[in-house]
């Protein structure tokens, strides 16, 4: 359930991305860090200096409907589309081993790269 509202979620904001040609070139990964971490803390209601970068973001609060919110947020900052099946395959929800802030800007880095 979590991830057909996550793929709703990607379709829908899918024409408001940025085209991969126009993305720019990739940012160095401090500053993808401390992007994907201020739009983590606006999701989360936070400022970006409380919220930990190693630990998974669903132990911070991060629920399903933030989640989605994030994801959409993080592609159209940087003009990527992170692959649903790598989300997916990152146990988010699992306090242990789920999503944090520089498991998402690994993502953005590779697919930043990716592009042409």
């Known amino acids: ?6 793929a709703a979620a990607l379709v829908a904001c899918a024409g408001n991305l940025v085209p991969p040609c126009a993305a720019g070139n990739p940012l160095p990964y401090g500053e993808i860090v401390a992007s994907v971490r201020r739009l983590a803390a606006s999701n989360l209601d936070r400022k970006p200096s409380e919220i930990n970068t190693v630990q998974p973001l669903a132990a911070q609060g991060l ?3 933030r989640l989605n919110s994030l994801i959409i947020d993080i592609q159209q900052e940087f003009g990527v589309v992170l692959s649903t099946t790598e989300l997916q395959q990152t146990r988010w929800n699992d306090a242990h081993t789920g999503l ?3 498991q998402l800007a690994q993502m953005v880095e590779r697919r930043m790269r990716e592009q042409p």
């Open 1 to 6: 359930m979590k991830f057909a509202l996550l």
């Open 100 to 102: 944090s802030v520089r």
């Open 63 to 65: 629920d399903d409907r």
